[in-house]
């Protein structure tokens, strides 16, 4: 029996639809009216479309008919007889074939009465009349040089050797057999009618599944609904399914195992294909399980199984998965990324997440659907360009969208751009709200509160409000969520999720309000201004966010929303406002136009109080604190322990004090060790009068003191505290003493200014970086980065900007964090520290020498300046003591003195 094993993956231009099955290359005088005459009958009989050049004129160059009849084949079979050779017409055929198996072309040969190695070596006959070519085209010895190294290729390839040693009729048979497996194999799938962006991810594919590689491997392909898994796989399956000795494209797995009767058809489909025809002859799941295990377990195989929901959906096709012959390859299309993790344990499992398409593709596909061509007219461009912006990448969108479109005038395409923003799409609707009915009821609710209320937020803030609301450990439900894609964690640890996804969560949030007359979670600011101006029932309302278009003046009455757990408010000014309810995790309020909170609201459920551009002076505990731009917020009290983020760019009236605080308190929720001293001294650190900065005020106290006392307030006077504290009533101030808490894995910490400490951080310098040296152990640190904001154009002040830190060791560049400021940021310093457990696996050396980099994203000069001022490290170093008179003429420092310098 033959083994495919073609190297070559085939071009797209393969993907179109073959006129041949087969065609048969052959010398007419040994073979025309015995073996092939026979072998084509048997063919044509059994349905497989042959091409024979019995009717075609000879000449002494092939004929353009057939080499298109070649190109047009998708298997070839080359009966090699005693006079092959001295045909050049049949040597320029093997040419032809060999360049079209190059591009996916499946070639078979038959050594009919001579020996394969007098084939590959060019003895005997096939000898002879080579050399003769040699001497007769020496005009032209590439031409004979092609014809020896098709020789030597066709010879080497697996296919059947016919000595008149059995039947002849047999021997076709067995031929006939394993043409239409191949044939199966050859039948491509439809794909999609404009592929664009296909080839990027094909390519990708290709080289995960590595298919040289003669392991066992199981793919998944994974994404948001909507981005193209299926279509990716069926590019994939028709680019490399003759590679195989059986394939099979199993569609919609998850829809039809619903039924008995459809994971048996699912079963009789892969035997069959697989199998070139044989039916599946035995009853039962579990019987069929385990003839399909035993029949295929020899056979190289490709097997896609597309949209699978559940595990159970795999094993009911291929029970265990560790039963597969060396070189196949399983891919699977799924939503949920982590639900095959368990096969991991049988074969090589890899993930590839399909990502949205960039812009161009976007609007090449847009364009294609929506007028038949690649680009717009003039006239549709700005709308063209809303309705991508819209899309976000997701092919499904842009194909109903355009369609949608297509033939219509401009007024039809600012009224459906309008609908479309407003009211989802219910072709789309329906695709993306699979993956929302896969859920449970508690997972149901945690997407739904994440897609009105915490798109953005920090992931551990995002648990420990949702753990406050739900009263139990929500990690595993959002892991569920992204493991759907649902929802992404972005580098910065925030969650995040598809602006079309998120349309889907508001949409169904709005469907269950009406179903049920009662409003849980308002998020569209209509709704909202409706029902706290109306007199309609409020106990059921557990989140709300306001978002008027210009600010307005309201009365809101919040006393009887006794559910209400969220609160987000833009744009209104209320200057009475009576109370909160108390069960408030979040509240959000930009510009909050009152100078405390209400006197009887208790925030003992409080987890994250966000109020920039507002003149409050703080009162009580939270988790996150956001004070951006609390321009006459002058003090700080010490915040509780569970408090993990404080952001208090542009409070520049806080004082000496708080600032001194914040940082004490900064290290000491880290752990991170004390009276830490650089062995080099002041040359990795800032002077004085070495700056030319402005005189600031943020660490103003007397350095000499502080020096002595090394432990960094953390064991200060509790009564100068509490003192303190008192004017603010902070009841759990006082427990801050207790170092009973655990210590955070990450903490950030925002302040105004652009003078990092001394007498914290040991390692400094002016730009964007700062180098130290550690040995075997790579300890902990944290960082300080100070940035200088010049915005030069204010209509961009809502808009962000991207800082990321970067690790170089050995080598190796770790990205550490990244994340966005807005654009209306003054200068401030970002304190951030973050317990990397992934770095503990680097091999150090006995010296290493660090290099913490920090990168801001480039903007347009006439927008803004962002100017990287100074670079800090708190670290316990090996850096050696800098002998300024040893080293003056050495060529090599490994821990180099400050230099000044400013980077952008």
Same mark, same amino acid.
């Given at each position: 029996?033959?083994?495919?094993?073609?190297?070559?993956?085939?071009?797209?231009?393969?993907?179109?639809?073959?006129?041949?099955?087969?065609?048969?290359?052959?010398?007419?005088?040994?073979?025309?009216?015995?073996?092939?005459?026979?072998?084509?009958?048997?063919?044509?009989?059994?349905?497989?479309?042959?091409?024979?050049?019995?009717?075609?004129?000879?000449?002494?160059?092939?004929?353009?008919?057939?080499?298109?009849?070649?190109?047009?084949?998708?298997?070839?079979?080359?009966?090699?007889?005693?006079?092959?050779?001295?045909?050049?017409?049949?040597?320029?055929?093997?040419?032809? &074939?060999?360049?079209? =198996?190059? *591009?996916?072309?499946? !070639? $078979?040969? #038959?050594? %009919?009465? /001579?020996?394969?190695?007098?084939?590959?070596?060019?003895?005997?006959?096939?000898?002879?009349?080579?050399?003769?070519?040699?001497?007769?085209?020496?005009?032209?010895?590439?031409?004979?040089?092609?014809?020896?190294?098709?020789?030597?290729?066709?010879?080497?390839?697996?296919?059947?050797?016919?000595?008149?040693?059995?039947?002849?009729?047999?021997?076709?048979?067995?031929?006939?057999?394993? &043409?239409?497996?191949? =044939?199966? *194999?050859?039948?491509? !799938? $439809?794909? #999609?009618? %404009?592929? /664009?962006?296909?080839?990027?991810?094909?390519?990708?594919?290709?080289?995960?599944?590595?298919?040289?590689?003669?392991?066992?491997?199981?793919?998944?392909?994974?994404?948001?609904?909507?981005?193209?898994?299926t279509t990716v796989a069926k590019a994939i399956f028709n680019l490399i399914a003759y590679h195989f000795e059986g394939s099979s494209f199993l569609e919609d797995v998850r829809e039809n195992s619903k039924t008995n009767d459809g994971v048996l058809q699912l079963q009789e489909a892969l035997y069959y294909e697989i199998l070139g025809g044989r039916n599946l002859k035995v009853h039962g799941i579990s019987k069929r399980i385990n003839v399909i295990m035993e029949k295929l377990h020899h056979k190289k195989i490709l097997l896609i199984l597309d949209d699978v929901e559940k595990l159970v959906q795999v094993e009911n096709l291929l029970g265990k998965c560790n039963w597969f012959a060396s070189g196949s390859r399983i891919i699977i299309t799924t939503r949920e990324k982590k639900l095959l993790s368990t096969l991991r344990e049988d074969c090589h499992l890899i993930y590839y997440k399909v990502k949205e398409l960039n812009e161009h593709e976007s609007r090449e596909l847009f364009c294609q659907h929506a007028f038949k061509r690649n680009k717009p007219t003039e006239d549709y461009l700005e709308l063209v360009h809303q309705f991508i912006v819209y899309a976000k990448g997701l092919p499904l969108v842009l194909k109903i969208i355009g369609s949608d479109l297509y033939d219509k005038n401009l007024h039809c395409w600012k009224s459906a751009l309008d609908k479309y923003k407003r009211i989802p799409n219910s072709d789309i609707q329906e695709v993306l709200k699979i993956s929302y009915d896969g859920l449970d009821r508690i997972q149901q609710d945690i997407f739904l509160d994440i897609a009105c209320f915490l798109k953005g937020f920090y992931k551990n803030l995002v648990v420990d409000i949702l753990q406050s609301s739900n009263f139990h450990d929500p990690y595993y439900d959002i892991e569920k969520l992204i493991g759907k894609s649902l929802i992404v964690v972005a580098n910065d640890d925030k969650l995040l999720m598809h602006d079309l996804i998120q349309q889907m969560g508001l949409e169904i949030a709005r469907q269950e309000s009406e179903v049920s007359r009662k409003h849980r979670r308002l998020s569209c600011y209509e709704d909202a201004f409706e029902v706290l101006n109306g007199d309609m029932e409020l106990d059921e309302i557990q989140g709300i966010t306001l978002s008027l278009p210009q600010p307005r003046k309201m009365q809101l009455n919040l006393e009887k929303m006794r559910s209400l757990k969220y609160l987000i408010i833009r744009n209104v000014i209320c200057e009475d406002l009576k109370s909160f309810p108390n069960g408030l995790r979040l509240l959000d309020w930009n510009e909050f136009p009152l100078l405390s909170l209400p006197s009887t609201f208790e925030p003992t459920k409080l987890i994250a109080l966000k109020m920039p551009w507002s003149h409050i002076e703080l009162d009580e505990?939270?988790?996150?604190?956001?004070?951006?731009?609390?321009?006459?917020?002058?003090?700080?009290?010490?915040?509780?322990?569970?408090?993990?983020?404080?952001?208090?760019?542009?409070?520049?009236?806080?004082?000496?004090?708080?600032?001194?605080?914040?940082?004490?308190?900064?290290?000491?929720?880290?752990?991170?060790?004390?009276?830490?001293?650089?062995?080099?001294?002041?040359?990795?650190?800032?002077?004085?009068?070495?700056?030319?900065?402005?005189?600031?005020?943020?660490?103003?106290?007397?350095?000499?003191?502080?020096?002595?006392?090394?432990?960094?307030?953390?064991?200060?006077?509790?009564?100068?505290?509490?003192?303190?504290?008192?004017?603010?009533?902070?009841?759990?101030?006082?427990?801050?003493?207790?170092?009973?808490?655990?210590?955070?894995?990450?903490?950030?910490?925002?302040?105004?200014?652009?003078?990092?400490?001394?007498?914290?951080?040991?390692?400094?310098?002016?730009?964007?970086?700062?180098?130290?040296?550690?040995?075997?152990?790579?300890?902990?640190?944290?960082?300080?980065v100070a940035l200088k904001l010049e915005l030069k154009d204010v209509t961009y002040r809502c808009d962000v900007f991207n800082c990321s830190i970067y690790m170089n060791i050995t080598g190796f560049k770790r990205l550490l964090v990244s994340t966005h400021f807005s654009l209306d940021s003054v200068s401030f310093m970002w304190f951030y520290y973050i317990r990397d457990n992934s770095l503990e696996d680097i091999i150090l050396e006995d010296w290493n020498e660090i290099k913490i980099l920090c990168k801001c994203s480039d903007l347009d000069p006439e927008i803004a300046n962002i100017t990287i001022e100074r670079c800090g490290v708190h670290v316990s170093c090996i850096c050696p003591p800098f002998n300024f008179a040893a080293n003056e003429d050495a060529n090599f420092n490994p821990c180099p003195p400050l230099k000044k310098m400013r980077t952008s």
């Open positions: 029996m033959a083994i495919l094993t073609n190297k070559q993956a085939f071009s797209s231009s393969f993907t179109q639809r073959c006129k041949y099955d087969v065609f048969l290359s052959f010398r007419g005088e040994d073979t025309r009216n015995g073996f092939t005459s026979n072998l084509n009958g048997i063919l044509r009989h059994n349905g497989i479309n042959t091409f024979m050049d019995d009717e075609l004129q000879r000449g002494e160059k092939i004929s353009t008919e057939l080499l298109e009849a070649i190109e047009n084949s998708k298997i070839s079979i080359i009966v090699f007889s005693k006079n092959y050779a001295t045909s050049t017409w049949c040597l320029d055929e093997l040419v032809k &074939i060999l360049e079209c =198996k190059k *591009n996916g072309q499946v !070639v $078979f040969p #038959v050594f %009919y009465e /001579v020996d394969p190695s007098d084939v590959r070596n060019q003895r005997g006959k096939f000898g002879e009349v080579l050399a003769k070519y040699e001497e007769n085209f020496k005009y032209d010895m590439n031409k004979v040089q092609r014809w020896r190294a098709a020789l030597n290729e066709a010879g080497n390839l697996s296919g059947w050797d016919y000595k008149n040693d059995r039947p002849q009729f047999r021997f076709i048979q067995e031929i006939f057999e394993e &043409i239409s497996s191949a =044939k199966l *194999n050859c039948s491509q !799938v $439809f794909v #999609v009618k %404009y592929p /664009v962006g296909i080839d990027s991810r094909v390519k990708e594919i290709s080289c995960c599944l590595d298919i040289e590689s003669n392991d066992v491997r199981v793919l998944v392909i994974h994404g948001l609904p909507g981005i193209g898994k505990h939270f988790e996150i604190l956001g004070l951006h731009h609390c321009w006459n917020l002058p003090k700080i009290p010490r915040l509780p322990h569970c408090i993990q983020v404080v952001f208090a760019i542009g409070c520049n009236s806080l004082n000496s004090q708080s600032r001194r605080r914040l940082l004490n308190q900064f290290e000491e929720f880290i752990g991170l060790q004390q009276n830490i001293v650089c062995a080099r001294g002041i040359w990795h650190q800032d002077s004085d009068s070495e700056t030319n900065f402005e005189s600031e005020l943020e660490f103003d106290f007397d350095e000499a003191t502080f020096e002595t006392d090394s432990t960094f307030e953390t064991k200060s006077n509790p009564e100068a505290d509490n003192e303190f504290v008192s004017e603010f009533e902070l009841n759990e101030a006082t427990s801050e003493t207790d170092l009973t808490w655990k210590l955070y894995d990450s903490y950030s910490l925002l302040l105004p200014g652009t003078k990092i400490p001394k007498w914290w951080f040991n390692h400094q310098s002016f730009g964007s970086s700062v180098s130290f040296s550690v040995g075997r152990k790579l300890p902990s640190f944290a960082i300080c």
